[in-house]
């Protein structure tokens, strides 16, 4: 039952869903170019465009470090974070919608800093529902697995 939804149809397919019910679950991706500027800025006006809180919002490109990460801030959602150490630039990052139960999913996460860079968390659910699993995955144009 997955299905994209794009433009100007978004807001209006996820009130919907939300008011539908089941197990759904609402999924953004940006790429943000900084997470600690005007790309954030863009993403939440995104947000506020479509007037849909969203459950899972993936970030690639965060160009965050160890120490900045612990300032990523979004009202309304936790976040988690796989950054950079040794270089700038890339970094990947999950902001899950407060009141959804969670866990880093570290055994399915694969980071090698400027080659492939990815985060998973698991959604854990109940009511009769599956856990889901999702991640956000970065491959950097210079990155060097060819069998990606």
Known sequence: GCGYVGGDEVGGHHRRVAKEGGCALSLLFHNVRSARGP????????????????????????????????GLSVRGYGAVCASRKGKMGG??????????????????????????????????????????????VYRPPEGGYGWV
């Open 91 to 136: 970094g990947v990052a999950m902001l899950v919608r407060d009141g959804l139960t969670y866990r880093e999913r570290t055994d399915l996460g694969v980071f090698d800093e400027g080659v492939f860079e990815s985060l998973f968390v698991e959604i854990v659910r109940g009511g009769g529902c599956r856990n889901d699993i999702v991640g956000v």
């Open 39 to 70: 790309g954030m800025e863009m993403m939440e006006a995104e947000m506020r465009r479509w007037a849909v809180r969203w459950d899972v919002v993936g970030l690639a490109e965060t160009w965050l470090d160890g120490e900045s990460e612990k």
